[in-house]
């Protein structure tokens, strides 16, 4: 059984960066951040694969927000920039006890989940 343990959230002005931390307590594959706002299904937000050959990214952050991995760490990252108050949720990492090829945003393929780190982005 893998843990994951995200830090790094805050409240922050529109407009601003936040960088978001998961770590693992054991060796896993493709890694995945999802997020869920008030009274709305968990969405996906952005995916890496183990080598960090690919990466995946829901249309509403591309180009705002990069996902990375440090392996050696067993730690993925999600740098977060020109937020948004539309960002505000809950942050999850998630897992995958395999890899693939490519990246995923399939919620169904994740095995691990984090307890999630709250981002609240204000107007």
């Known amino acids: 059984q893998v843990q994951l343990v995200e830090s790094g959230g805050g409240l922050v002005q529109a407009g601003g960066s936040l960088r978001l931390s998961c770590v693992a307590s054991?060796?896993?594959?493709?890694m995945g951040w999802f997020r869920q706002a008030p009274g709305k299904e968990r969405e996906f937000v952005a995916a890496?694969?183990?080598?960090?050959?690919?990466?995946l990214y829901a249309d509403s952050v591309k180009g705002r927000f990069t996902i990375s991995r440090d392996n050696a760490k067993n730690t993925v990252y999600l740098q977060m920039n020109s937020l948004k108050p539309e960002d505000t949720a809950v942050y999850y990492c998630?897992?995958?006890?395999?890899?693939?090829?490519?990246?995923?945003?399939?919620?169904?393929?994740?095995?691990?989940w984090g307890q999630g780190t709250q981002v609240t982005v204000s107007s």
């Open positions: 054991g060796r896993t594959f493709s």
């Open positions: 890496i694969t183990w080598s960090g050959g690919s990466t």
């Open positions: 998630a897992a995958r006890r395999g890899d693939s090829p490519l990246a995923t945003g399939n919620r169904a393929e994740y095995d691990y």
